[in-house]
C-alpha cells in the first residue's frame, strides 16, 4: 500500500515513523511536500490513498477525478485562523474588503476565508489573495506586505503568544476543518482495505493521544515548519486525533464546502461529490 504523507497532515506524518503502522498492509509511505499535490499523484498511481484538509479533494472532484472518500478526524477546530497587526486598522473579518491576506490557496485556507468573509457580504474576490512561503508569512504581515495571515499549526501556536499581531477569526467559530482521507474510485487496493485503513488510523490516534511528548518528539525530528518539541506537544494536546469512517454525514460537510466555493466564484461549475461508502451519492 503506497500511502502518500505530507507534512501537514499530521496523522500520516506519524504513522510514517509510529512503530507498527499499517504493517498489515505492507506499507510503502510516499512523501511529498503539500497536500496540494495528492489528487495529481493519486491519478499518476504514485500513492493509494492520501489524507488532506477538507479543500484539496474538491478541488480533484472539480478537475474531474472521482474522490472516494476514507475517513475523516474530528473537527479541528484550534487549527487555523486569521491574523492581522496589533496596528491595524482591520477590527473583524468585514474589514478585510480590498486587503491582502496572504494563505495556501486551494487549501482548508481558502475555505475558511470563504465562510469567515460570507457573513459580512463579501466573496472571495473582494479580498485580493496572496501564496507566500508559510515561514515568510509572518515577516510579510509584521512589514505591512499584506494585511492578513491565515496561520495554522504550528505557527498558530506561536502566533497567539506574540503582542504585536491580533486574532480576528478562528476556525472553530467558521468551519469544521477535518482532516480527511481519501483515495480516487479507481484505486482498488485502498478501497478494497478501507475497514484496514480505518483501524490502523484509529490506532494511531489513540497511541498518539496517550504518549503527546512521544509524538511531539518524532514531528520535532522531522523538522516539519519550525516547531520545537514543546511546540508540536501543545498542537497535540489541542486536538482530537479520533478517525471515524467517512459516512454520508461527512460527505455532506464537503458537498456543504464545494458549494460555497462555487457560490464565492473559486469553483467554476458546481461540483456533485462523487463517490461514498457503498455507492451512495450526497442527494442533489
Known amino acids: 500500500m503506497k500511502i502518500g504523507v505530507h507534512p501537514s497532515n499530521l496523522h500520516l506524518m506519524l504513522a510514517r515513523s509510529w512503530p507498527g503502522a499499517f504493517a498489515s498492509l505492507d506499507p510503502q509511505f510516499v512523501l ?69 491576506v496572504t494563505l495556501i490557496d486551494g487549501s482548508f485556507h481558502t475555505y475558511l476565508l470563504a465562510r469567515a468573509i460570507e457573513g459580512e457580504g463579501l466573496r472571495l474576490p473582494d479580498i485580493e489573495t496572496v501564496e507566500l512561503k508559510p515561514e515568510d508569512s509572518l515577516d510579510a504581515l ?50 478494497d482495505a478501507r475497514a484496514e485503513i480505518l483501524a490502523e488510523l484509529a490506532r494511531v490516534g489513540r497511541e498518539v493521544q496517550a504518549d503527546p511528548a512521544r509524538a511531539a518528539a518524532l514531528l520535532a525530528a522531522a523538522r516539519i515548519g519550525d516547531g520545537d518539541a514543546a511546540a508540536w506537544e501543545r498542537v497535540i494536546r489541542s486536538r482530537d486525533f479520533s478517525v471515524v469512517a467517512a459516512d454520508a454525514a461527512i460527505v455532506q460537510e464537503q458537498q456543504d464546502e464545494a458549494d460555497t466555493l462555487y457560490r464565492h466564484g473559486y469553483l467554476d461549475q458546481p461540483v456533485q461529490l462523487g463517490s461514498l461508502p457503498n455507492n451512495e451519492r450526497v442527494p442533489a
Open 142 to 191: 509584521l512589514g505591512n506586505r499584506v494585511d492578513a495571515w491565515i496561520a495554522m499549526a504550528p505557527r498558530l501556536e506561536k502566533a497567539l503568544e506574540r503582542d504585536d499581531i491580533r486574532l480576528i477569526a478562528r476556525c472553530g467559530d467558521t468551519i469544521p476543518n477535518r482532516s480527511v482521507f481519501w483515495t480516487l474510485a479507481g484505486r482498488r487496493n485502498a478501497n
Open 32 to 100: 511529498y511536500p503539500e497536500g496540494r499535490d495528492t489528487g495529481r499523484l493519486l491519478h499518476e498511481g504514485r500513492i493509494d490513498f492520501g489524507g488532506t484538509g477538507s479543500t484539496p479533494p474538491i478541488v480533484s472532484e472539480a478537475n474531474s477525478l472521482r474522490v472516494s472518500y476514507l475517513a475523516a478526524s474530528a473537527p479541528r477546530p484550534a487549527n487555523g485562523g486569521i491574523f492581522v497587526r496589533k496596528d491595524s486598522a482591520v477590527r473583524s473579518v468585514g474589514d478585510l474588503k480590498g486587503k491582502r
